[in-house]
């Protein structure tokens, strides 16, 4: 029995992009082949998800309210979209997270649809074990999403030029990377996946 792949793409939003709220520096350079990869999958009839930030304007995760961060990905804003560039099919599942003013949360398993439905079970109902994950920030959403999945027993496969980090002390996001492999995650190339990647 093979696994059923999908892509996760975590948080292509304006405000990590370079000129954000919380810009990662060369967030953007990602797109191009993060759109790559959204089309490869298209092709391969695999699900495409994706995940956004979506503050309110007071919560915990903001520095001036006790967090880390400044505000960024504030629900409804410009610096909450999407990147422009960024290529989302028709249908493609959205998940939000960050909207409880209480918690200070990164993972993409604690986001949740329009319909309050959150990522594992969504991916249960497509059958999904096996995560493919690209996006921002490699040091923060990308690392909780990735060992949470590793938790819940899925393969997790990172794409590593595909990913940028916040970088808030140098190294963070090769750190990172050596814990979600330390952790079961395989990292590999976007490039080249067309070979290896199942078909649905
Ligand atoms: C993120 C910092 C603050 C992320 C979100 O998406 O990686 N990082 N909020
Ligand atoms: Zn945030």
Redesign the pocket.
Known sequence: MGQRAALLV??VQND?CPGGA?GVPHGDAIIPRTNRTIALFQRRSLPVIFTR?WHPKVTK?FKEFGGA?PP?CIQGTKGARFHSDLEIPKGAIVLSK?MDPEVDS?SGFQAFTENGRDLESALHELGVDELFICG??TD???RATTLDGLRRGMTVRVLRDAIRG?EVKPGDSEMAVKEMRANGAHLLESRGLAKILPKA
């Open positions: 975590v948080d990590f919380l930030d995760h961060w960024h960050g990164y921002l920030a923060y959403c990308v916040v």
